[in-house]
């Protein structure tokens, strides 16, 4: 769960460079696809996620993980409809394409099929595929569908980016949020090959593919700030509330956090404090998180209450006035903010033809079938210029499809940010 978390963090610092706020992570590896979600610069949290199999009620960055990856198995069940996942060949014995005792098609079988990785320059050619065995197992499994190896691998393509799609629509419009409001971010090895198709299926105006989209959690890690997080039990009635009562409650609460997370960063000067109220119609029983900003005078109470009814009405699509709120619970974060790494910025390439590695046959069905497109290498593409698909883009770390109509260009800090048209 740390890496799912570090995901969305690093998908953070790098919206933030490219001047993003909202956002949506999707890191695809393997075995899952973990999404989470940027609001206004923040990351969602959840005081309702689970460890294992259990439910635990602890403030946590809210993360959705579900088995889509890479090695996500290809199957068919007894009334003959294709399936993916959530089964993984894993690392080991992995795809058939490893060749290293996989039997089972997978996605990323189904990639090489379809033309979307090259064989020879795997891991930046590191690891060497074996294409011919992905092509006689989505030969074989198709022939069990009666389809063709290229039907039955663009659809193992089209069922999970459609699982993912549902569970970002789970994410998104489940909360109020309107997915094509916001900017993918695909991480992960496997996050920018399915991002493109992704982006369209949810209305998405916009992807970035990061600088190193496959170790992009590691960076998370680095960059996350220090937090100490504390809730406490506060159940009063809005309309009995002085504010006095709230910034007592607070100013407890606070001293605590304060002595920890100090004593954990110490030398750190730069700490930041963040508070929040769960409250609720009175008769219900589920809260809703409400920031608590401002100063605790005379009007603090009816802003949490007027705040309270917008946020319900954002998720619900309705609200009532005259009903009475109360308080549940308070919850207070103190953060100290860790030394930002600095990157050094890429070296740009004088042009994208000078950056063109080779030309590919790729299965693009927007495209018309089977047609060649351009391979660039990421590392010596131009910044600023932008770039019309189709075509692919290879990097040591990562695979990005840039589909037909769609416009990329690197940004000056190395992240490739994709338009997605409107009509696609």
């Known amino acids: 769960m740390e890496a799912a978390s570090a995901g969305v963090v690093a998908a953070q610092a790098v919206g933030a460079a490219c001047g993003e706020k909202n956002l949506i992570s999707n890191d695809i590896g393997g075995t899952t696809a973990d999404i989470g979600l940027v609001v206004d610069g923040k990351p969602l949290t959840s005081t309702e996620g689970k460890v294992l199999k259990y439910p635990v009620r602890i403030p946590m960055l809210d993360v959705v993980s579900i088995g889509a990856g890479g090695g996500s198995i290809a199957w068919i069940d007894a009334a003959g409809s294709l ?8 690392a080991v014995p992995g795809p058939v394409c490893y060749g290293i005792g996989g039997k089972d098609p997978t996605v990323t079988d189904a990639s090489v099929v ?25 030969e074989e499994f198709g022939g069990r569908l009666g389809l ?39 991480l992960g090895g496997a996050g920018p090959v399915h991002g493109s198709p992704l982006a369209r299926m949810l209305g998405i105006p916009r992807i970035i593919v990061p600088f190193a989209p496959g170790v992009l959690s ?31 409650a607070f100013a407890q609460a606070d001293q605590q956090r304060a ?16 508070r929040y109220a769960e409250m609720r119609y009175v008769g219900q029983s589920y809260e809703l998180e409400v920031p608590v900003e401002g100063d605790f005078d005379a009007g603090m109470v009816a802003r949490l209450v007027d705040e309270f009814h917008r946020t319900h009405e954002r998720i619900y699509r309705q609200r009532n006035d005259l009903a009475e709120v109360e308080l549940v619970n308070l919850r207070t974060v103190w953060s100290a903010r860790v030394p930002r790494i600095v990157l050094d910025p890429p070296v740009p390439g004088p042009s994208w033809k000078a950056a063109q590695r080779t030309t590919r046959k790729v299965y693009m069905p927007e495209a018309g079938g089977v047609v060649d497109v351009p391979v660039y290498r990421r590392d010596v593409l131009p910044v600023g210029v932008a770039e019309t698909g189709p075509f692919i883009v290879e990097q040591a770390d990562s695979t990005t499809i ?21 009509n696609a």
């Open 148 to 186: 063709s190896k290229l039907q039955v691998a663009h659809g193992i393509h089209t069922i999970l980016n459609n699982r993912m799609a549902d569970e970002i629509r789970l994410l998104t419009i489940a909360r109020g949020y309107d997915p094509r409001e916001f900017a993918l971010v695909v």
């Open 218 to 248: 590691a960076f998370g890690l680095l960059v996350s700030d220090i937090e100490q997080d504390l809730s406490l039990s506060f159940r009063r009635p809005a309309r009995d509330l002085s504010p006095q009562a709230l910034a007592e």
């Open 83 to 90: 399936h993916v996942g959530p089964q993984s060949a894993g």
């Open 259 to 274: 002595q920890h997370v100090a004593r954990e960063a110490a030398g750190t000067q730069q700490l930041d404090v963040r």
């Open 114 to 138: 379809l033309g979307y990785l090259d064989p020879d320059y795997f891991v930046g050619g590191e690891l060497k595929l074996d294409a011919a065995a992905a092509h006689a197992s989505l």
């Open 402 to 422: 840039v589909l037909p109509g769609e416009s990329c260009v690197v940004e000056p800090h190395g992240n490739m940010i994709v338009t997605v048209p409107a």
